[in-house]
């Protein structure tokens, strides 16, 4: 994709430098051109050029000398004079109806240009953007006697530059093209990985408490290394009472609230999984103490214990929980059974009278 995008910036820079190129080549052409044809014109004329080209004869005789000079690129060559701001044919090297007649009126496209052409001392040019099969119009003054007496003029048209078209241009309209397949090539598999990635969290975390589920531990279960976590089950107590009383919204604020607790309360490394209805399993990053393990654990029932649960401000519950905590689940020889002692431990929590802390390695409560 980089290297595309690179090559269709280069591809531009390489079609407008040698449009740029061709530019300066038609301009030297065209100087050298008109030069020829001043040079020619002045040779023929006799003091006034109004007065010189009176003569349909001498008219006749120099349009021919234009005609013989208009070509493919040069299509058009004539010579224009003004007079109170009209400007008029004095010459005109085209053929049949094409040619301005005699004291006739032109009325340029870049009027701009035209009104520089007669105060300029030098050869000026400018890009036709309206005339069909016209690419610049180069404007030499005629200066007789110190004095702009007309202009000649060369229509050059777009046969080079076309040329140019037809061989850069259509690969640059085909790598655009292909970078824009790409692109949306890219999106479209940006979308799908977004929706599959989205579709994954779904499937893995727990819409009530945002924490993760039981799917989420299916997929890690073989990832889990028994000797550097410790497990910790947590249940709320009494909370069928809960939804009792007040019901089950109350108890679905509850649990997102206990939630929320347990987050605070854990470190970025341990994984919080919504184990069951009620039922927190904590997968704690071993500290490499016990005591320190323990420490967390009774930090997150302390931190339970003490602060009212807010649920409106007419209603705050205070809540307890039970923890069973199997600190080094290494002695275990599966996950499954892991977990089943930490479970057995808070089954023992519970009852002890529930709001305490039992863990395996002093096999007491704290």
């Known amino acids: 994709m980089v290297m595309i995008t690179a090559l269709y910036i280069q591809l531009g820079r390489i079609i407008d430098q040698t449009n740029s190129e061709i530019n300066k080549i038609e301009i030297k052409r065209a100087q050298k051109l008109t030069n ?20 349909p004869k001498s008219r006749e005789k120099l349009n021919n000398f234009l005609s013989l000079n208009v070509t493919d690129e040069f299509k058009y060559i004539y010579v224009i004079y003004r007079k109170k701001g009209v400007y008029r044919y004095l010459l005109d090297g085209s053929y049949g109806a094409d040619r301005g ?20 001392r030098f050869p000026i040019f400018g890009f036709q953007k309206k005339a069909d099969g016209l690419w610049l119009t180069y404007l030499h ?29 259509p690969l640059r309209e085909f790598l655009r093209i292909f970078l824009l397949v790409l692109l949306i090539s890219m999106l479209v598999i940006l979308v799908q990985i977004y929706m599959f990635y ?9 819409p009530l408490t945002l924490l993760y589920n039981r799917n989420y531990l299916k997929e890690i279960w073989k990832k889990i290394n028994l000797e550097k976590v410790s497990i910790m089950m ?44 009620e039922e927190f399993l904590i997968l704690l990053k071993w500290p490499k103490s016990n005591e320190k393990v323990v420490q967390i654990a009774n930090r997150i029932r302390e931190s339970i214990a003490n602060e009212k649960i ?28 892991a977990i089943k002692t930490a479970d057995k431990m808070l089954y023992l929590a519970k009852n002890k009278g529930r709001n305490r802390l039992v863990h395996t390695h002093l096999d007491v409560e704290e």
């Open 36 to 55: 020829k044809i001043i040079l020619h014109i002045k040779s023929q004329i006799n003091g006034d050029i109004s007065t010189s080209l009176g003569s």
């Open 101 to 120: 007649e005699y004291k006739q009126k032109f009325f340029p496209l870049l009027d701009r240009l035209w009104q520089s052409g007669f105060k300029s």
């Open 141 to 169: 003054p005629i200066n007789i006697g110190g004095k702009i007496v007309a202009v000649l003029a060369l229509d050059i048209s777009t046969s080079e530059y076309q040329t140019l078209k037809k061989l850069l241009i």
């Open 198 to 206: 989205t579709e994954r969290k779904k499937s893995i975390i727990d």
């Open 234 to 277: 947590l249940d709320i107590d009494h909370f069928k009472l809960i939804n009792d009383n007040y019901g089950h919204d109350v108890g679905d604020i509850v649990l997102g609230l206990i939630a929320k607790r347990i987050t605070y309360e854990t470190r970025f490394e341990d994984k919080i999984i919504r184990y069951g209805g």
């Open 310 to 337: 807010r649920i409106s401000e007419d209603l705050n519950i205070s809540i307890t929980v039970s923890i069973g905590l199997n600190i080094n689940p290494s002695k275990d020889k599966t996950l499954k059974e």
